[in-house]
């Protein structure tokens, strides 16, 4: 994926997502769907998937720090996305697609998805790969995630929050429903090796979760590695870093004058956005949704 000039910026207009197998998703997605589900996972990949806007920069940061032995000179040898492939974004020729990436690289390696449980192609399933899930709270889920849509101006055109809150209670943003997202990876997690995170534990105790990741990839952490990795990801660390701020991709991909990618990094911000009313429905929705599934979740710490 690289964006050079405006010229290769033909497609990237705001276009609506379309529609597979029930689920929304961005179009250059839909349409290369057949290629997606043929991924050749390998054994030694290591899956890092999330509902849009729940952490993944941060444990996508986390995770290579802790591959690099914790060498943030070693993490800085590209931005987020050249390390670690996202199969599930197509742009347009002359770009490479992050499958693209992914096909040519050497193993190990570390790729990113978006895709729900249902979606995700099946050789991860077959070749039993390490898959890490992170989870974050659905207000402050969907307020990242309005703002994602105002400033990613491939995506679609989020209307005012009202609306926007509207059509994320019922599914109707890309990558589906993010109730199901969450619980259908949380259901997933008894059948194969997944590691489930939430965002708020990462915000309460990064010390705490960075050791359950590093457990999880079988890598022994020394106190004074674990401090640099906690200092390297911390969020004002990551927004003034280049390769982890998305300040490498042009302005009409990401603007990041109208919302920027590091926004605000914190839990509860979802307060400065609902109404009452609005969060009492999300609870009452929340409730119902995931009813039964034992998954639970904070919005204050
Ligand atoms: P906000 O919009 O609430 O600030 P993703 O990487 O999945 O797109 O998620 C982006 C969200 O994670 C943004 O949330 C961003 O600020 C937040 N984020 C990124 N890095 C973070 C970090 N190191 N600590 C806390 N939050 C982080």
Redesign the pocket.
């Known amino acids: 994926m690289d964006l050079k000039s405006e010229q290769d910026s033909n497609f990237i207009k705001r276009s609506k997502p379309v529609e597979v197998e029930g689920v929304l998703l961005a179009r250059g997605t839909a349409e290369n769907w057949s290629l997606l589900r043929a991924f050749a996972a390998r054994p030694d990949d290591l899956l890092i998937c999330?509902?849009?806007?729940?952490?993944?920069?941060?444990?996508?940061?986390i995770v290579d720090m802790l591959q690099q032995g914790g060498d943030p000179k070693k993490c800085a040898r590209a931005p987020t996305q050249k390390r670690m492939p996202f199969i599930d974004l197509f742009l347009p020729k002359p770009m490479t697609s992050g499958l693209e990436d992914a096909e040519v690289m050497p193993s190990p390696r570390t790729i990113k998805t978006h895709l729900p449980v249902q979606l995700l192609p099946p050789s991860f399933w077959e070749q039993d790969c390490k898959v890490i899930y992170?989870a974050?709270n659905a207000k402050?889920n969907s307020?990242?995630y309005f703002?994602?849509h105002r400033m990613n101006q491939i995506m679609s055109d989020p209307g005012n929050w009202d609306q926007f809150l509207e059509d994320f209670l019922v599914g109707k943003v890309s990558y589906g429903s993010w109730f199901d997202h969450v619980r259908g990876w949380w259901e997933a997690k008894d059948r194969h090796p997944i590691l489930y995170l939430f965002?708020e534990d990462?915000?309460e105790d990064?010390a705490r979760e960075i050791q359950k990741v590093a457990r999880f990839l079988g890598i022994e952490l020394k106190e004074p590695v674990l401090k640099r990795i906690v200092q390297h990801?911390?969020?004002e660390?990551?927004?003034a870093n280049p390769m982890?701020n998305y300040s490498t991709l042009p302005s009409f991909f990401l603007d990041q004058d109208v919302?920027?990618?590091?926004?605000?990094?914190?839990v509860g911000?979802w307060k400065e956005h609902f109404t009452v009313a609005q969060s009492e429905r999300l609870d009452e929705v929340c409730a119902w949704e995931l009813r039964g599934s034992g998954l639970t979740f904070r919005t204050e710490l």
Request: positive net charge.
């Open positions: 999330t509902y849009p806007k729940a952490g993944t920069t941060w444990i996508q940061e992170v974050r402050d307020v990242s703002h994602f965002y990462m915000k990064p990801t911390a969020f660390s990551m927004k982890t919302s920027p990618f590091m926004r605000k990094g914190t911000d």
